[in-house]
């Protein structure tokens, strides 16, 4: 079964900082998906990267995808207290079933 | 837009009742999954479902669990007989038909076990 590996656990920033966030993994993912919950509520889906080397940009989110399709990155820009919340990454094992990471509980203060 | 409900946002029950959790995925999806979330731990797989039958299961998914759909628009998870460690935020997830699409995810229902 893959592991997905997230690092940092837990963030606490000023307004107006950069952060990344990284998503590892033993073996090739097949796709990679970045969402973001908050408490109380479902991951909602934030961006899938399926190419090796692919960047998306959401605003002030950059997501990279590594070129070996084992690990990935989540970039912040001037992160708001908006932002505040849980990042999961998962990993789509084409049978549909998504395998998560442990996620990065991000704070933003102001 | 559309989105997938559950019902109902928090469940308190006792220990080796049964309690069937409902969910309504979007209308025109295909394929239905059921996660789970222990407090401070991971989101783990526990089924995925289609054309009315089971497609996959986690090793958490056992005798004790229990999927339907029982009519074009619901989707039920049943524990029969629920443990102290049972409880967990529990999602339903829906999603259109190929590999690629999007999984769309419930607010989920807090279960509490006593």
Redo the contacts between chains.
Sequence with gaps: TQLLEQSPQFLSIQEGENLTVYCNSSSVFS?LQWYRQEP??????LV?V?TGGEVKKLKRLTFQFGDARKDSSLHITAAQPGDTGLY?C?S?N??????????TELSVKP | EPE?TQTPSHQVTQMGQEVILRCVPISNHL?F?W?RQILG?????LV?FYNNEI??KSEIFDDQFSVERPDGSNFTLKIRSTKLEDSAMY?C?S?AGG??D???????T?LTVL
């Design positions: 796709s109380g509520e479902g991951p909602v889906l899938t399926v999961l998962a789509d084409q049978g549909g079933k998504l395998i998560f990471g442990q996620g | 997938v394929y999954y996660y731990q991971k989101v783990e797989f995925s497609s996959e999602f997830a999603r590999y690629t999007t999984q769309y995810f419930g607010p989920g807090r």
